[in-house]
């Protein structure tokens, strides 16, 4: 049985299990203040361009989502974000668990357009009284986003400056960051990226790392006191090392980079394969995401030698799925599925 419903199925890329293997027995001091975090934050502040930038570590998704926005909003505001976007659909309203309201603007493709986050604004604005409806502190967007769409470089750089118009920091998800920037057609990069958001983050765990986020924060405004959100959002591990040690080994010799285009590689050697046989695709994605409609028949079928993800019923005939790929994925587990095809 080959498995395409995630791209954190597998541990951790060799190279970081050597490496964890080989200072296992080491002493260092604790919460991400010992000699491997410093390093690795140095490799991200090169990898990025901006030597000014605050890297902190911490241990997931859910904890670094909560953390960045609890630590930007005021207790009345609340977080603008795609209706797809992650803290809307998969995090359990972990942000509303702490205080606040995610405000989802239905976006097309998984894309949130600046021309959203205006409306959005000016409805707040047009209330009778906008202090009794909760204010929009900032924008969340994904770097791919749920559905696998990549935001062109413009598109970012119009969403900068409808942020700007309306002082609202952009923090941007990138769990699955190097699968975006290595996805088809993709015209941004990863000094883009550091230029444009205000905070984002690099995403280990579905990119070859154990576990572990890298948050990077640009804004001067939003550094002060960072680590004691991370303490008290649970996103802090005692053991930092471990996150040091596998961020240093991502980026020292662009691995990070390497494993992403795998991914992507791969990916688009299944999107090439279901639309050669005919299948519609839900999106048009061009990272480690590919979503295919497929009929009754072959659901069934394909689901007898293979997991993925169901998404969404398009039909009482036809399902749209989730083949998803990884830094891990294997070339013949590909090739079986292209000869199932």
């Given amino acids: 049985m080959y498995q395409f419903q995630c791209d954190y199925n597998e541990g951790a890329h060799p190279r970081i299990m050597e490496k964890l293997l080989q200072t ?71 942000i509303e668990h702490g205080g606040h309201k995610v405000l989802a603007v239905e976006a097309r493709n998984g894309l949130l357009g600046s021309e959203q986050i205006r409306t959005a604004m000016q409805l707040h604005l047009a209330e009778d009284g906008p202090e009794h409806t ?18 062109s470089l413009r598109q970012l750089r119009e969403i900068r400056a409808a942020c700007r118009e309306y002082g609202l920091p952009l923090f941007i998800d990138g769990a699955r960051m190097g699968y975006g920037l290595a996805s088809e057609g993709c015209d941004v990069t990863l000094q883009d990226i550091a230029e444009l958001a205000d905070v984002f983050y690099l995403g280990g765990t579905k990119q070859g790392a154990l576990f572990g986020e890298a948050v990077v924060i640009l804004n001067e405004t939003l550094k002060k006191d960072f680590r004691y959100y991370i303490k008290q959002n649970g996103g802090m591990l005692a053991k930092g090392r471990l996150l040091g040690i596998q961020f240093l080994t991502l980026f020292e010799d662009g691995l990070y980079f390497e494993v992403s285009q795998h991914a992507v590689n791969q990916a688009m050697r299944i999107r090439d394969a279901f ?3 005919g299948f519609e695709m839900l999106v048009q994605s061009p990272s480690n995401q590919q979503f295919p409609i497929l ?34 994925t294997r070339p013949e587990a590909v090739d079986a599925l292209l000869a199932e095809l």
């Fill in 295 to 328: 009929d009754n028949v072959t659901l069934r079928r394909l689901s007898e030698k293979f997991l993925f993800s169901v998404w969404q019923k398009v039909d009482d005939e036809h399902t749209a799925v989730r083949f998803c790929t990884s830094w891990a």
């Fill in 24 to 94: 296992n027995l080491e002493q260092t001091v604790g919460y991400g203040e010992d000699h491997y975090c410093e390093e690795a934050r140095e490799a991200i502040r090169k990898a990025v361009g901006r030597p000014d930038a605050d890297v902190h570590f911490l241990v997931g998704g859910t904890q670094t989502n909560a953390t960045v926005i609890s630590s930007i909003l005021r207790p009345y505001q609340g977080v603008l974000c795609a209706s797809t976007g992650h803290i809307n659909v998969h995090e359990t309203g972990a």
């Fill in 275 to 277: 639309k050669a046989k």
């Fill in 134 to 151: 909760v204010q929009p502190g900032m924008v969340y967007i994904s770097f791919s986003s749920e559905l696998g769409t990549v935001y």
